[in-house]
Nanobody, 126 residues
Framework: QVQLVESGGGLVQAGGSLRLSCAFS????????MGWFRQAPGKERDFVAA????????YYTDSVKGRFTISRDNTKNTVYLQMNSLKPEDTAVYYC???????????????????WGQGTQVTVSS
């Protein structure tokens, strides 16, 4: 059974930075693509970023391109989300998710992911 534990959330002023971490355990980390999603109060859970098992390919929603960077360390079984130039509209609970590697998987789709973390709150004040 895969377990995902996020950390690194908090309160930051607009323009600031945070780095989220997600520790993966229970299966072979390299067998999974990893994603970050976020959910603001009263809204749906939205795609933020994803990274293939090798770390060679990454994908981002348009609103975070150039500000956020997803990365993974396959020796530490951890995926990261570096968030710079944060805006109040980035405020949400951020979730880490794992999708088993499969050809043709759409990593933008939350239903492709089998495992989810408990979430970490990110609050950006104006």
């Amino acid at each position: 059974q895969v377990q995902l534990v996020e950390s690194g959330g908090g309160l930051v002023q607009a323009g600031g930075s945070l780095r989220l971490s997600c520790a993966f355990s229970g299966r072979a980390f390299k067998s999974y693509a990893m994603g970050w999603f976020r959910q603001a109060p009263g809204k749906e859970r939205d795609f933020v970023a994803a990274i293939e098992w090798s770390g060679e390919m990454a994908y981002y929603t348009d609103s975070v391109k150039g500000r956020f960077t997803i990365s993974r360390d396959n020796t530490k079984n951890t995926v990261y989300l570096q968030m710079n130039s944060l805006k109040p509209e980035d405020t949400a609970v951020y979730y880490c998710a794992a999708a088993p590697v499969r050809v043709g998987r759409n990593l933008y789709d939350l239903y492709e992911y089998d495992y989810w973390g408990q979430g970490t709150q990110v609050t950006v004040s104006s």
